[in-house]
Structures are given as structure tokens and as C-alpha cells.
């Protein structure tokens, strides 16, 4: 037989109640709740003492058994494994006396290290004081801090096309404030024009790891980390490059990249698309020679973009990439500064304007050349 809810709650009933009655009937059916809380609270206390570890009475597993969110059977744990140390507490809530929210925020409590003074203090306060004194005397144990060091670590991935890499990192509070700290400090350094302050802690993590492989600091001699290229010729050559290119036992890169390294770099080895014949070869081949390199850069005294007074890797770049034809030629190299040249001309996709003047150079979308 089933039943109407009308006739289930006596509904009908209701209606002529006043509406103090009926705040009284809604307190005395939470009084109701928070007895039968009490109970379940001990049942569940029981249930998680008797559990094999395997089974385990955790948080997933109660949510399903009772069909009740994440939150709810978190909260219904946490209060069920504090019964012992808050029996007074847990009395109030046996009587109906105190609310299972408030159990719950004095089980928080009692975890975050709160205890008699506080406990006492709690109980003029409504929850979401309780909540507030449970934040204040939250201690940083030693094991925690023992367990954050422990799990210390930075991971670093290639996406599967070897086009882009990730970084993810956990550090301590103290060495996180340190990273984060340089971090800042020297995106602050890099122009603003060259992107976003995300963008720019991006650069800035590059920067300092390529100060550090260099070992030198806004030393415009020397121009960038060696890096070392093999090219199978006749695929790069038949692809645009695009076949890609693999740095020696490091990533792929493509054709921006490849530009970029053929424009200002020390490289290994390094195939012409054309010609098959070697740009360059040997330990440390630099690709424009270096005679011609300080004459540039001695030329230009700093980045030639108009307004810029960086002076962070002064590099030589081809206006017309060395891909497209161009050459050594004083009137085809111009000094930049790292920023404008790797990631505001190479890996945006632009170039300098033909047209602009050679000490107040502008950067437009890189025309097809
Ligand atoms: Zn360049
Ligand atoms: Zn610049």
C-alpha cells in the first residue's frame, strides 16, 4: 500500500498552525534529526573500527552506500572519529541540544588542534565561527612539513607531438616563495609589450635556465646556449622543415624554431633544406661569423626595436631568414635583444619591418618572403 505524502506528513493538518507553531515543529523535527545523527555517528564509528583496511569505510565508499555527496560523508566521518574526545559535545547532539553542523564544526576544531580554551570559546559562536576559530589554530605540524619536503619534485613532459613541454612542480612553502619570488622579479625585467605577466614568467624561467647554461650574465658575447641539430636533409628539405627537426637527444622542432637557431645560435650540425650542403659544423659553430657578429652588435649598441633599452643577450638577427635566402650581409643583420628576438619576432611569427629605420626598427607579421 502506498501512501499519499499528504497523508504521510498530515499536511492538510498544517495548514491551520500558526507560524510559530510551525517554527516550533521545524526546531523539534531538527532536535529529531540531530538524535538520530548522534546515533548514526556511533554506528559509523563502530563500522570504521571493525572495517577491513582493505574495505576501508572512507569517504567514496560511504558516499555510495547512502547516496549522499562527498561533503556529507566527509563530514559525517570526521565527526564520528572525534566521538571519544568530544562526548560532551556529542551528548549535546545525543539530546537533540546541539546540531550536527555544529558536532561537525567542533570535530574541525578539535583536528585543527583547538581544544579546551577553544572548545569553551566555540560554544557562544555560531558555526561559521567555529569555522573561523578552527582556521586560526590550524597547526603546521612537523610531519607535515616533513611530508611536503618529501614529495618535493618537478616534473617535466613533452606533449605527444614533441611541439610544447610542461612543467609541474611542488615545493615547499619557503623554496615555493623563492621560485615564485625570482620569478616575478624577473619577468618584471622583461618588456611588457612581449605578452601577458604569465607569458612573461614563462620567459623569465627560460631566461634565467639559459643564464645558468651559459653561465653568463647579460653577456652579449655570449649570445645563447650551444645547441645541437641534426637534419636529415632531404625530409626537412621536401617538407619545409615541417618533417621536423630533432634537437640531439632533446625535443623535435619545426620551422619557427629552426629559424630561430639558424638565425642566432651555436649549433652542431646543421644541414642546408636546399642544398643538403652543412650551414654550419663543428663543436661550436656559431652560424654568423664572428667577426661579422661584433661588428653588428657594435654597429647597433643594443636592441634596434624603437624603445627598447634592454640590453638582456644582444643577439644578430637575419631580417630575411637565412631559410629564405638571407644572408650574412651587414644590411641584413640587426641587433635584438632576447626578448624581442625569440619571442617577439621567431615564435610569434614575426619579422622586422623592411621599411623601418635601422635604429628604431618596428615588428610586423612576418610576410611570406
Ligand atoms: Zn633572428
Ligand atoms: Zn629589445
Known sequence: MVLRMEEVLNIDGLRLTSR??????VKKAERAISQLRARQLVLLRELSRRSWPSEGTDTARLARDLDVSHRTADALLETARRTPELSPQMSELASGDATFDRAHALAELFMAGGRE????????KDIAGIRRLAARCRRIRRRDERQAHQERHVRSWLSLDETAGFVNAQLGAVEWHTV???LDRRA???PRSTGSREQR???ALVAIAHDWLS????DASSGGALVSVTVDATTAGATDAEAGVRVTAGPRIGPDTLDAIVCEGAVEVLIDRDSGMPLAVGPTGRVVPPKVRRTVLTRDQGCTIGHCNSRYRLEVHHIVPRSRGGTHDLENLTTLCWYHHHIE????GNAIDLTSPPDQRRIVPAPDW
Not at 510559530?20 to 515543529?25: C, I, T, Y
Request: aromatic residues 0%; glycine residues 4%.
Open 20 to 25: 510559530e507553531d510551525l517554527v516550533a515543529a
Open 117 to 124: 580554551i577553544e572548545l569553551a570559546e566555540a560554544k557562544d
Open 180 to 182: 615564485t619570488t625570482a
Open 188 to 190: 618584471d625585467e622583461i
Open 201 to 203: 614568467r614563462a620567459d
Open 215 to 218: 653561465g653568463h650574465l647579460n
Open 345 to 348: 619576432v621567431h615564435r610569434a
